[in-house]
């Protein structure tokens, strides 16, 4: 049991300061690009911080679902920042694509939860 109290607690301190720093570093994106008038980047920068916040997940908690979700959802990211330095391409298909990696990571890992909550369901009975 201690352990288990230990590791909980290891992994709480880890995860207040990894949302001290991303949640912060979101809402300063996002309010800067609003001033700024700059609504295009917006979805492809918040993309993008949540993106390399899987990253630091991986190591957390011991899991490589996260090594694979972080590169998708920064790679969607970056593409979506590509389309927006081009003036003549929509705001819709910029967010089309931020918006696409998005959804894939929370779809990944929703599916990733079902599935343990099925291996633990079964190990409890």
Partial sequence: AYKNLASGLRIGKQMMKLSAITYPALWLAIIALAVLGQWRWMLPAATLIIGLHFTPLARIFNRKIDCAIA???????????????????????????????????????????????????????
């Fill in 71 to 125: 590169p998708i959802t920064v790679g969607f990211a970056v593409a979506g920042m590509v389309l927006a330095a081009n003036p003549h391409i929509s705001w819709r298909v910029v967010y089309a694509i931020a918006g696409t990696g998005g959804a894939l990571a929370s779809g990944i890992y929703g599916a990733y939860l079902v599935c343990g909550y099925g291996g633990l369901r079964k190990q409890l009975g």
